[in-house]
């Protein structure tokens, strides 16, 4: 008996969920949508309830249809144009590419012609600008992206950065990393890269930065515009870097530097302190190029003696 009393009220659920559906309007996707814990207010003995239950069920499973799109009880829905699922209350423009596997979490809002690959997630309240592409499998949360971006497979955006402390007990603990990553318009990342979200101020990547594969930028980090970040470089916490600062591969910038505009960096030099000056850099520390190349041949003369 309990089994049919259980059967009869999950399909009665069912048919209130694709009555309440289909009254709804399908305009702009969230300007309007319908808040579901409002919107359902009936209950089910023991039933997961589609306003507000902590326990999911099998009865949370239940799907209908609404002009075509499938529809969950946790207000997901399933794109026109691409297959991919996307929240009620995300605001998508009409020519988005959404495809299949991909994920457009709550409040976020994606502009005209953006392409969204399978298996990448927009997290909450992300802003993803016009005509940018992201690849497979990138994670992007806790940002705003320009317009004309490309963001290639893999990459990572606005995760948590590298901050802890120990307390009077000798107990690592963790700092709060509350702030965002703001990535200007014609920017590029690279495969596999990683851009961590701000402690006390934004991360942000300045307009046309080009950012090579497997790249680490830390929390609080500012990148200027125009600037270019070759293969594997890292660059620490609240480094500040100028325009048109080209960083060669395998670059290592220590936190708290700052690095003026026009600056270039050898590859595999570290930055250990300020860098003011316009110029060419290179070594560990990095110096003026032409001081580390006088360095590098005197070693070899010197070598060539012994």
């Not at 026109?80 to 596997?101: K, M, Q, R, V, Y």
């Not at 950065?161 to 709060?176: A, I, N, R, S």
């Not at 500040?240 to 600062?245: L, M, P, Q, S």
Request: with cysteine; hydrophobic share 35%.
């Amino acid at each position: 008996m309990e089994v049919l009393v259980r059967r009869l009220a999950s399909a009665d659920a069912a048919r209130c969920l694709s009555t309440s559906l289909a009254r709804s309007s399908h305009k702009c996707i969230g300007g309007g949508a319908p808040n579901f814990r409002t919107r359902f207010t009936f209950r089910i003995g023991s039933l997961c309830s589609f306003s507000d239950c902590s326990t999911q069920t099998s009865a949370c499973s239940v799907t209908s249809v609404e002009n075509g799109a499938a529809v969950n009880c946790h207000g997901f829905r399933t794109w026109h144009n691409g297959g991919g699922t996307f929240h009620h209350s995300a605001c998508i423009d009409p020519t988005a590419l959404i495809e299949t596997g991909a994920v457009i979490h709550s409040k976020s809002v994606i502009g005209a012609s953006v392409h969204i690959g399978s298996g990448s997630v927009i997290g909450h309240a992300v802003t993803i600008g016009q005509s940018t592409k992201i690849g497979y499998n990138a994670a992007v949360s806790n940002c705003t992206v320009g317009d004309f971006c490309i963001i290639h497979n893999g990459v990572c955006i606005g995760q948590d950065g590298f901050g802890f402390f120990v307390d009077e007990q000798g107990t690592v603990k963790k700092k709060p990393q509350i702030l965002n990553v703001k990535i200007g318009t014609n920017v590029e990342i690279g495969s596999n890269t990683c851009i961590d979200r701000g402690s006390w101020r934004d991360t942000v990547i300045g307009n046309n930065t080009k950012i090579d594969n497997l790249v680490q930028i830390g929390h609080n980090v500012i990148i200027g515009d125009c600037c270019m970040l070759c293969g594997q470089v890292g660059i620490a916490g609240s480094v500040t870097i100028g325009d048109y600062v080209t960083l060669g591969g395998r670059v290592a910038i220590r936190d708290h530097v700052s690095i003026g505009s026009k600056v270039r960096l050898a590859a595999m030099s570290c930055v250990t302190k300020d860098i003011k000056e316009p110029g060419d850099y290179g070594g560990f520390p990095a110096i003026p190029i032409f001081e580390w190349r006088r360095q590098i041949a005197k070693h070899s003369q010197a070598s060539r003696k012994k």
